[in-house]
C-alpha cells in the first residue's frame, strides 16, 4: 500500500485501516501515520451549558407539526393554482394573440415558457426544504431556458415597424405584470412553510416561475406578433418578476438576520 | 426526527444530544472561537426548532440538520462584518494563503491548520473527519455530486499533509499545489 491509498482510506473507508496492509504502511510511514492521529484526534465536546441551553431551545413550545409536502405534491398543488390564473388571464383579457399567431409560433412560444415555469417551479419548491436545493444542472438549465425566452422571439417572428410601439407596448406590459402578480401570489402561497437557506435565489426562481406564466397569458392576449414588442414588453416582465423575487428573498433574509442579532444580542 | 416533530420532548433532548457535538465541532473548526461556536450552535438549534416541520421522513436528517447550521454560519459571518465595520462580500474574501504555519510544530491543532486550506476543501474536511458526515450526506448539502466532494476531500487532505508532514519532504510545494487546484 502507498500514501495515496491509505489517504484514500482515511477519506473514504476508515474501517479499511484496520487491515494487515495498512496497518503495516502505517508503521513504516511517519508522514501517514501523523495524518493518521491528525484526524483521530480526541474531539472537542461543547460545555454542559451550551448543550443545557441548546436542548431547552429544541424543547421550548414544543407542538405537533406537520411535515411539508413533497416537492412533486407541492408543483402539482401550484400549478394547478397556475392553471387558474393563467385561465383568469385570458378570461379577463381575450385571446387575440392566440388567433394573430401562428401554429409554429404558438407551440415554441408555450413550450419554452411551459419549460421555464416547470424547471423553476420545482427548484423554487425544492428550495423550501435545508439541505435538498437543486442540483447544478436544473440551476443552469433553468438559467438557460429564462435567457432562450428572450432570445426566441427573434427567431420566430419577424420585425414590423409599429406606431404605438411604446404606448400599446406598456398597457401590456402592465397588464402582463398583474398576472404575474396573481402568479407570484400563488407561487408564494405554496411556498410560505419553508425554510430557505438561499432566500434570493428562490426567490429568484419563484419570481421566473410567476413572469413565465405572465409571459404567456401575454402572448395569448397580445395580438402584436413582432419581434421587437414580445422581446421587450413580454420579457420584461419575466424580468421584472423574477428581480422583484430576489428582492423580497433579500428582504426575508435580512430579517432572519436581524431576528438572530437580537436573539444573540439578548443573551449577552 | 419525526417524534421530535410529533412533539416528543425525550426525542428533542435525544437528538441535540446526539447531534450537537459533531454540530459544535463543525462550526468551532469554521470559526476558531469557543464562545462564538456556542453563539452559533445555540442560534442553529432555535432555527432547528422553527424549521422542524421542513424535514420529510425518511430522508437523512443531518444533510437537513447541517444545511440549517451552515446557513446560521453565515449569517452569523456577515453579522460580525457588518459589526466590524468592514463590510464586504463573501465572494471578495481572499483564499487564506497556502503557507506552512510558524508554529506548527508546536501547536498542531486541527483548526489551525485547517484555516490555511481553500474554503471549498476547508469545508468538505471538516464535514468528513470533524463532524463525520459520508460523501453522500456532504454532497446533498452541498447540492455538488459526490465525485466533485471526493475530489475536494483529496485535494484538501494533500494540502493538509503537506502543512503536516516536514518542509524537507517537499510539504510547501505539494501544499501550493493542492491550493492551486
Given amino acids: 500500500m502507498n500514501c495515496e491509498e491509505f489517504g484514500r ?10 487491515s494487515v496492509d495498512a496497518q503495516r504502511h502505517l508503521r513504516e510511514c511517519s508522514e501517514c ?17 451550551v448543550m443545557a441551553n441548546a436542548e431547552s431551545a429544541a424543547r421550548s413550545a414544543l407542538t405537533p407539526v406537520r411535515p411539508l409536502a413533497a416537492p412533486t405534491a407541492a408543483v402539482a398543488g401550484t400549478a394547478l393554482l397556475l392553471a387558474g390564473v393563467f385561465i383568469a388571464g385570458v378570461w379577463v383579457n381575450g385571446h387575440h394573440g392566440w388567433l394573430a399567431r401562428t401554429p409554429w409560433q404558438r407551440a415554441a412560444t408555450y413550450t419554452l415558457a411551459g419549460a421555464v415555469a416547470v424547471i423553476s417551479l420545482s427548484a423554487a419548491m425544492r428550495e423550501r426544504t435545508p439541505g435538498s436545493r437543486s442540483s447544478q444542472v436544473a440551476r443552469i438549465a433553468a438559467g438557460v431556458f429564462a435567457a432562450l425566452l428572450f432570445v426566441f422571439p427573434t427567431l420566430v417572428y419577424g420585425f414590423h415597424p409599429d406606431t404605438r410601439f411604446w404606448s400599446h407596448g406598456a398597457l401590456c406590459s402592465c397588464d402582463g405584470l398583474i398576472v404575474g402578480i396573481l402568479a407570484g401570489l400563488a407561487v408564494w402561497f405554496a411556498m410560505r412553510r419553508g425554510y430557505f437557506v438561499a432566500p434570493v435565489s428562490a426567490g429568484w426562481y419563484a419570481g421566473l416561475a410567476a413572469g413565465s406564466l405572465a409571459f404567456s397569458v401575454q402572448e395569448t392576449y397580445c395580438s402584436a406578433a413582432e419581434a421587437s414588442h414580445v422581446t421587450l414588453w413580454h420579457g420584461c416582465v419575466v424580468a421584472l418578476l423574477a428581480l422583484t423575487g430576489m428582492f423580497a428573498g433579500w428582504i426575508a433574509a435580512r430579517r432572519e438576520a436581524q431576528m438572530s442579532f437580537r436573539r444573540s444580542a439578548g443573551r449577552e | 426526527m419525526e417524534a421530535y416533530q410529533q412533539a416528543d420532548e425525550r426525542a428533542a433532548a435525544e437528538l441535540v444530544r446526539r447531534v450537537g457535538p459533531s454540530l459544535y465541532r463543525s462550526l468551532l473548526a469554521h470559526v476558531r472561537d469557543t464562545s462564538i461556536a456556542e453563539d452559533l450552535l445555540q442560534d442553529t438549534w ?4 422553527k424549521a422542524r416541520h421542513t424535514y420529510r421522513p425518511p430522508s437523512p436528517v443531518l444533510p437537513w440538520l447541517y444545511a440549517i447550521a451552515e446557513h446560521t ?11 466590524q465595520g468592514r463590510e464586504c462580500a463573501i465572494d471578495s474574501v481572499a483564499e487564506p494563503a497556502m503557507e506552512r504555519p510558524d508554529d506548527i510544530d508546536q501547536r498542531l491543532t486541527l483548526e489551525k491548520l485547517l484555516q490555511a486550506l481553500p474554503e471549498n476543501q476547508r469545508e468538505v474536511l471538516v464535514m468528513l473527519k470533524v463532524s463525520g458526515l459520508s460523501l453522500e450526506e456532504i454532497a446533498q448539502i452541498k447540492g455538488a455530486s459526490v465525485g466533485a466532494i471526493k475530489l475536494r476531500a483529496h485535494r484538501g487532505y494533500n494540502a493538509l499533509r503537506a502543512l503536516l508532514t516536514p518542509a524537507e519532504s517537499g510539504g510547501k510545494a505539494r501544499a501550493q499545489e493542492g491550493g492551486a487546484a
Avoid: C, T
Wanted: charged share 30%.
Fill in chain 2, 73 to 83: 454560519r453565515l449569517d452569523g459571518f456577515r453579522r460580525r462584518q457588518r459589526r
Fill in chain 2, 46 to 49: 432555535i432555527r432547528v426548532h
Fill in chain 1, 33 to 49: 501515520r501523523v495524518m493518521n492521529e491528525f484526524f483521530v484526534a480526541p474531539a472537542v465536546d461543547p460545555p454542559v451549558s
Fill in chain 1, 9 to 18: 482510506l482515511l477519506l473514504e473507508d476508515q474501517s479499511a485501516l484496520a
